[in-house]
Antibody
Framework: EVELVESGGGSVKPGGSLRVSCTTS????????MNWVRQAPGKGLEWVGR??????????DYAEPVRGRFSISRDDSKDIVYLQMNSLKSEDTGVYYC?????????????WGQGTLVSVSS | QSALTQPASVSGSPGQSITISCTGT?????????VSWYQQYPGKAPKLIIYDVKNRLSGVSNRFTGSKSGNTASLTISGLQAEDEADYYCNSYTTETTYVFGTGTRVTVL
C-alpha cells in the first residue's frame, strides 16, 4: 500500500527557515516525481514544486511565489523527500502535502500524504 | 502562472446534475490533455477523481464525468448525492513544466 507521511511542520518566525520531510513506502520512489502542494487556512490548493527522478537528473521546478526561497531534494536510499523553506513569510502559512507521481508520463496526483502544518508568525 | 478560474460555488438538489467549469489559457488547459480533478472534504487531503481530462480513477462513481473544450475543462456530477458535498479543484500541467490548480468550487447539495 502506498503511503506518504509528512513531518517537520511547526511554527516559525518570518524570515526563518524550516525543513519538512516526506517519508514514503509501498512504491518504487526511484522512478517517481515527487511534488509538494500547499493549502493556506480556508484557501485553495497551490502547487509548490517538484523534483524529478534521479534518472531524469533530479531536475526541480517551483511555483513563482517560492522560487529562490524553497528547494526540494530527495534521498531515494531512505525513501524520503525534503522541502527546505527559507526566508519564510506569513503567506507561506498552510498545510503542506507531499505527493507522488509514480511515473514520468503521468501528470496527475494520485497519492497524497495527510499534510503537515507550517505556521509563520511573529 | 495564474490560478485556473472556477466558480466559487455550485449547488443542486439530490438527483440533479451540476457542472463545474475550469477556465485556463493556451499555456495550460488549452495545451495539454493533462487536466485532473480533485475532491476534498473538510480537514482531509484531496483525492483524485478524474485524470487526463476524462478518465475516472478506479473506484470512482461513473456519476463523475470530465471533459474539455479549448481552454476550458468541465466536471459534471450527475445524480447528485449528499456525499458529493465537498470542495472540488481542477489542475493542469503547463507549458512552463509546472502545475496550476483551479480556484476551487464548493458543491452544496440542497
Amino acid at each position: 500500500e502506498v503511503e506518504l507521511v509528512e513531518s517537520g511542520g511547526g511554527s516559525v518566525k518570518p524570515g526563518g527557515s524550516l525543513r519538512v520531510s516526506c517519508t514514503t513506502s509501498g512504491f518504487n520512489i526511484d522512478k517517481a516525481y515527487m511534488n509538494w502542494v500547499r493549502q493556506a487556512p480556508g484557501k485553495g490548493l497551490e502547487w509548490v514544486g517538484r523534483i524529478k527522478s534521479k534518472s531524469d537528473g533530479e531536475t526541480t521546478d517551483y511555483a513563482e511565489p517560492v522560487r529562490g526561497r524553497f528547494s526540494i531534494s530527495r534521498d531515494d536510499s531512505k525513501d524520503i523527500v525534503y522541502l527546505q523553506m527559507n526566508s519564510l513569510k506569513s503567506e507561506d502559512t498552510g498545510v503542506y502535502y507531499c505527493i507522488a507521481v509514480r511515473f514520468s508520463d503521468w501528470f496527475f496526483f494520485d497519492y497524497w500524504g495527510q499534510g503537515t502544518l507550517v505556521s509563520v508568525s511573529s | 502562472q495564474s490560478a485556473l478560474t472556477q466558480p466559487a460555488s455550485v449547488s443542486g438538489s439530490p438527483g440533479q446534475s451540476i457542472t463545474i467549469s475550469c477556465t485556463g489559457t493556451s499555456s495550460d488547459v488549452g495545451s495539454y490533455d493533462y487536466v485532473s480533478w480533485y475532491q476534498q472534504y473538510p480537514g482531509k487531503a484531496p483525492k483524485l477523481i478524474i485524470y487526463d481530462v476524462k478518465n475516472r480513477l478506479s473506484g470512482v462513481s461513473n456519476r463523475f464525468t470530465g471533459s474539455k473544450s479549448g481552454n476550458t475543462a468541465s466536471l459534471t456530477i450527475s445524480g447528485l448525492q449528499a456525499e458529493d458535498e465537498a470542495d472540488y479543484y481542477c489542475n493542469s500541467y503547463t507549458t512552463e513544466t509546472t502545475y496550476v490548480f483551479g480556484t476551487g468550487t464548493r458543491v452544496t447539495v440542497l
